[in-house]
């Protein structure tokens, strides 16, 4: 059974930075893409950012591409999200995911079975 747990969450102010951890347990790291996805209030989740396990493939969302920044350390099975010059809509809970598959990760969110909890971000005008 795997668990994924994140932290890393807060409040900021507009142009502010957030730095988001998810670490693992349970099931062998290594050979997993890892992704973070986001879900606003009265929204849908949606995809934020996804690495493949050996840090080759990366994808972002545009709405934070030249922002976010997705990382992965496989000795400390934690991915990471870098998240800079933050704006009022990114404000969600956010949630990181793990699939063998990237493209599950990227394009069918929907197949995902292992998720954290989440973590709120907040960030005020």
């Known amino acids: 059974q795997v668990q994924l747990v994140e932290s890393g969450g807060g409040l900021v102010q507009a142009g502010g930075s957030l730095r988001l951890s998810c670490a693992s347990s349970?099931?062998?790291?290594?050979?997993?893409?890892m992704g973070w996805f986001r879900q606003a209030p009265g929204k849908e989740r949606e995809f934020v950012a996804a690495i493949s396990w050996t840090n080759t493939s990366i994808y972002y969302a545009d709405s934070v591409k030249g922002r976010f920044t997705i990382s992965r350390d496989n000795a400390k099975n934690t991915v990471f999200l870098q998240m800079n010059s933050l704006k009022p809509e990114d404000t969600a809970v956010y949630y990181c995911?793990?699939?063998?598959?990237?493209?599950?990760?990227?394009?069918?969110?929907?197949?995902?079975?292992?998720w954290g909890q989440g973590t709120q971000v907040t960030v005020s005008s």
């Open positions: 995911a793990m699939d063998p598959r990237i493209a599950t990760l990227t394009r069918e969110a929907h197949k995902i079975r292992n």
């Open positions: 349970g099931r062998p790291f290594t050979y997993y893409a």
